[in-house]
């Protein structure tokens, strides 16, 4: 009789004790959650976790440095542009190539009268271009020089030309001033509308 008692009374302070752990990890749940958590019913989606404040622009220059950078008009910087100061850049050319009339073609041909030149007349002095260069550039234009001169792979990926390039427009604009001076009648530097209009402002 006494043993059925003691498994009575311990059936039931089993299930107070239950109880009481349920309501206790109840009012702790509440200690780590926000107090304008979404309290799910049938018809709501739950929520659940802190919110997360995402700084303004953050990530943006991630697809920035993926796109590739626009190359600059270098016209607008050649009515500044330094002959004396492009005959310095063009140090970095001379074990290729030669600047005055007659001069010898190297790894490189002679540039004299470079600036409007006719690619398609496929030998300077005697050299001969690549089939690369003669596919990628028509005309010696002065956005064809700043873009060559910025990267030579950009129009003529397989040409001879193994220069990096100059990323400096300002270098690259000396350099073409420097040119035009070893050119005998280089092509006038007409402006876009848009800029001839910034110009004037």
Known sequence: MSSNKFRSN???IAGFSAIWIAVIANETSHLFMPENEVHATSQEEVTFGYPIEVPAGFGAGVLEEKTDPVL???KPLLA?????QGMKVARKCQSCHSFDEGGKNGTGPNLHNIVGAVVSEKQRGGYKLSNSLLS??????????????????????QG??????LR???DRANIIKYLMEKTEDPPE????????AEEGS
């Open 189 to 196: 530097v007409v402006l876009d509308e848009l800029e001839k």
């Open 160 to 165: 001879n030309m193994n220069f990096a390039g």
């Open 10 to 12: 311990s059936a039931m």
């Open 136 to 157: 990628g550039v028509d005309i010696w234009t002065y956005d064809n020089l700043n873009a060559y001169l910025e990267n030579p792979k950009s129009l003529a990926p």
């Open 72 to 74: 600059i008009d270098i």
């Open 168 to 170: 400096k427009p300002k």
């Open 80 to 84: 500044d542009a330094s002959v004396e």
